[in-house]
Each structure stands twice: as C-alpha cells, then as structure tokens.
C-alpha cells in the first residue's frame, strides 16, 4: 500500500515537470507568433499535436496507462506554478533568442535572394532572345513568300507576253476574211508602191 501511495506520488511529481515544460513551450512558440502573426493558427496546431502527444506517451509508460486525478493535479500544477513565476523573467530570453534565429535566417536569405534576382534576369534574358529568334524567323519566311509570289508575277508577265506576241503574228499576217472589220482595215491601208509599178 505503502509502496503504491509513493509511486502515485512520484508519477504525480513527473507529472507537474511535464506541465512545467509544456509551459515553457507555450512561452517559446508565443514568442514566434508575436513575430508571426500570419503563422498563429499554425504554431497553435503544433503546440496542441506535441503536447498532446507528451501527454498521451507520459500517461501510457509512466502512469501504466491509467489517467488519474493526480496526475491531472500535477499537470495543471506544474504549468501554473510556471506561469506564475517563471514565465515572465524568461520572456526576454525567448524574445532575444527569436530575433537572433529571424536575424540569421534573413542573412541566409540574403543569397538566397540574389539568386532568385539572377534567375528571373537569365529568364528575361532568355525570353527576349526567344522573342528575338522568332521575330527573325518571321522575317525570313515572310520574305520567302514574298519571293515565291513574285515568281508567280513573272510567270503571269510571261504569258502576258505571250498573248502580245500571238496578236503581233496575225496583225503581221494581215486581215482575217471572216472578221466583219477586216476590209475596213485593209481598204485603209494605203498602197505598196511596188504593187501600182508591175501593174
């Protein structure tokens, strides 16, 4: 019997050693949200997930598994006897030691931004000169078809010419009888010398 009370006991000791370290991670992560207002409902989700694991794995390998009143007792005493006098001599600690850790992480930021700077100018870069192939590209074939379609004026000069060539040989050839304007045009003409002297 002795020997139960004492181990009660115990368990309900470790038990407020618990709810003064879960304490102590309130304060650390509320220091983080006071900087990270966007990150409050994150930081509040992640205390509850490890606490209630510390909690879950304390009462099932210390507490044999049984949730008793002494060591809810313990819990809830640890966390106010931390509240109630460690937390606010430790608030400036918590408070230096998260603007050292953002004051780091923005001088590793630092490169990492230059890179991204670097990156987005090769991008550009590399667009103006995409733009660039493609405006010559355009250019070219444009010019290809504007050589194909004076080809095909040549060739309709050509035929232009091959009809005015065709109209030369039978103006050349004289008067066609069945055209009705024919003898208008030869009666027209005048008279070839050599034809009035061998008659």
Not at 50 to 67: D, K, P, S
Not at 96 to 109: E, S
Request: proline share 4%; charged share 25%.
């Amino acid at each position: 019997m002795g020997a139960d009370v004492s181990l009660r006991l115990l368990v309900c000791l470790q038990a407020g050693l618990l709810g003064m370290t879960l304490g102590l991670l309130y304060d650390v992560l509320r220091a983080f949200r006071l900087r990270l207002r966007r990150l409050t409902g994150v930081l509040d989700i992640l205390y509850c997930i490890l606490a209630g694991t510390a909690v879950f794995l304390f009462t099932l390998y210390r507490a044999r598994g049984q949730m008793s009143l002494l060591l809810l007792l313990g819990l809830a005493g640890g966390a106010a006897v931390f509240f109630r006098f460690l937390s606010r001599p430790l608030q400036p600690v918590w408070t230096f030691w998260v603007d050292t850790l953002a004051f780091l992480l923005h001088l590793i930021a630092i490169p990492l931004r230059g890179m991204e700077r670097l990156c987005k100018k090769i991008a550009g870069h590399g667009k103006n000169l995409f733009y660039f192939i493609r405006k010559c590209y355009t250019i070219k074939t444009t010019r290809g078809n504007r050589r194909l379609q004076k080809g095909g004026r040549r060739r309709g000069k050509g035929k232009k010419a091959a009809k005015a060539k065709i109209r030369r040989q039978h103006h050349h050839q004289g008067p066609d009888p069945g055209d009705p304007g024919g003898h208008r045009r030869a009666a027209a003409k005048p008279p070839r010398s050599g034809a009035g002297r061998r008659g």
